[in-house]
């Protein structure tokens, strides 16, 4: 797995610059705090964390007297730190429950997000990730609204070496496909089957109703072990906004946010944790198959720093 810290510092943060910048002024006068904050909002910390991260840096700095700009930077790593909450468990649930039968059922992850964000292009790199563990996958083509999502997952399931549950119908039944795949996952014993969804999301309805339904299906083989909820970190704001929406539909357990290789704005993985209220668990650092690392919040923070 790449290193999540070489790959953002060399992608060029602007809070590493900017706020080194600032930071190397031996005295911090109210104009160079609001450049602080605003460097923040740059990288799409939103305000809330922003400013929570200042008034305690700003409390500590005053407090402890500090002055030393090395001192001031390493008090903003840890205050930084403490945003990204280490505290929060990132996991990626890949084992599954026994079941009364006494054999272990599949761990049944469930991946989802607006269309283009990378839900297939993650899928793929999971499933390499968990090959490479020696761990037996299965994936699902639940996207069958795209004639080519289906063709797209298989390549990745033949480029990593598993085998993909689809169907050669356009516009068949999504939770069927997710059904049969989760079905095959169990009766082969498999320890992991990855289901790819489709998603629009014109109709919140109508997404609410799918997921709804895949999610029915699929339990009636194996409980759901995870729901990744796929988001592209260059969106922004309109990221949050799906997160909110998918928060709302899919009972979203972890987040994937990809494309962090291709922009500055990592403080995107706050927000949207604070939006919410899971981790992120994976990022996506590039289009490859190895380009999906465990999101490790010290070398995150030591990324954005540079
Ligand atoms: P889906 O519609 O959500 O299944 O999205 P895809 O998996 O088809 O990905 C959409 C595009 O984003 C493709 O061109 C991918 O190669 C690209 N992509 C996916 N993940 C990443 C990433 O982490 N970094 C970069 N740079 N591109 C990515």
Redesign the pocket.
Known sequence: LVRLRDRLARSGSPLGARLLSVLSRDHLTEDDWDELEETLLLADIGAGPAEELLDALRTRVRVLGVRDPQAVRDLLREELLKVVDPSLDREVATTGPVGEDGSRLPAVVLVV?????????????LARVLVAEDRSVVLGAA?TF?AA?AD??QTWGARVGVETVRSDRDGADPAAVAFDAVRKGRADGTDVVLV?TA?RLQNKAGLMDELGKITRVITREAPLAEVLL?L??TTGQNGLNQARVFGEVAGVTGIVL?????TARGGIVVAVQRELGVPVKL?????GPD??APFDPEQFVDGLLG
């Open positions: 997000g607006v269309n283009g964000t990378g839900k297939t292009t993650t899928v793929g790199k996207d795209r999502a797209q997952l790819d998603g796929v592209d970190a990809t494309k962090l290789d291709g990022v996506g650092l590039g289009e380009d999906l």
